[in-house]
């Protein structure tokens, strides 16, 4: 029989996994709603490369972002080596976002493993590094998604906490609100969404609220800094970067 001592940790364990914002999958793999620690904010940008990653970096105040990057969505991702190169230089971290950023629930095995595949290609080719961390387009996925990211070997896939919906058409002063609030609330974690190939994301959003956040007390981090324990470094190292040829194309 169970002492009462034993139920009321056994109790407080179980407690503690509900609680988690991390939800483990098959074969290991998690999805991330939220970062784990207290006084740190997470700044994600989706849909790039694009240009104004730049603007985006210069905006974080000597904070890291996340940049999830698709293959072929605005410009082809070939034609930025020297922009993606500069982003893992500068210590911020890079992850996928497929190829063509399609709503991966839509599509077969076959199809979902290209997408994921060719954006992995282009990944070595320019840092000589595959990614494991990974975001779903709409945040949309299914357990046949899950299901090929694990058995690609990801480790993460990451949603959010917050959106400040700049690619869905509100204003900047909407998005700032968005993280005002956010500042608000410190020292609760956030993981917040944004997309870095939105102009004013860059040029109004971003000097606004940063300094807000930085005078709340957070710290701007890329998200395996803000899982704490829980985050690894986020790629598999598979060689030296590579030479761009004629072959690096969309």
């Not at 407690?15 to 997470?42: E, K």
């Not at 911020?92 to 954006?119: A, R, Y």
């Not at 992995?120 to 494991?132: D, N, S």
């Not at 956040?213 to 590579?242: M, N, R, S």
Request: hydrophobic residues 35%; charged residues 20%.
């Amino acid at each position: 029989m169970f002492s009462k001592s034993l139920a009321i940790t056994l109790l407080t364990y179980l407690t503690a996994i509900t609680a988690s914002p991390v939800s483990t999958r098959q074969n290991g793999l998690q999805v991330i709603n939220n970062c784990y620690q207290s006084g740190q904010v997470a700044l994600t940008f989706d849909d790039g490369p694009y240009i104004y990653e730049n603007d985006v970096v210069n905006s974080l105040n000597g904070g890291r972002g996340t940049f999830f990057l698709n293959g072929n969505n605005y410009v082809c991702i070939y034609d930025k080596v020297d922009e993606i190169r500069a982003l893992s230089a500068q210590g911020h971290t890079l992850g996928s976002h497929t190829w063509s950023h399609p709503d991966l629930t839509k599509l077969s095995e076959d199809e979902i493993n290209q997408e994921l595949e060719k954006v992995e290609q282009a990944f070595i080719r320019i840092l000589g590094l595959k990614p494991l961390y990974f975001r779903p387009p709409y945040g949309s996925y299914n357990d046949l998604v899950l299901n090929v990211l694990a058995q690609r070997g990801y480790k993460k896939v990451f949603l959010w906490s917050d959106d400040t919906g700049d690619a869905s058409g509100e204003s900047p002063s909407y998005s700032e609100g968005v993280l005002e609030s956010v500042a608000n609330d410190y020292p609760k974690p956030h993981l917040v969404l944004d997309h870095s190939v939105i102009q004013t994301t860059s040029t109004e959003v971003l000097p606004n609220s940063v300094w807000k956040l930085q005078q709340a007390g957070y710290q701007l981090v890329a998200v395996d800094t803000c899982l704490g324990d829980d985050g690894e470094w986020p790629y598999e190292y598979v060689g030296e970067p590579g030479t761009p040829d004629g072959s690096w194309t969309c």
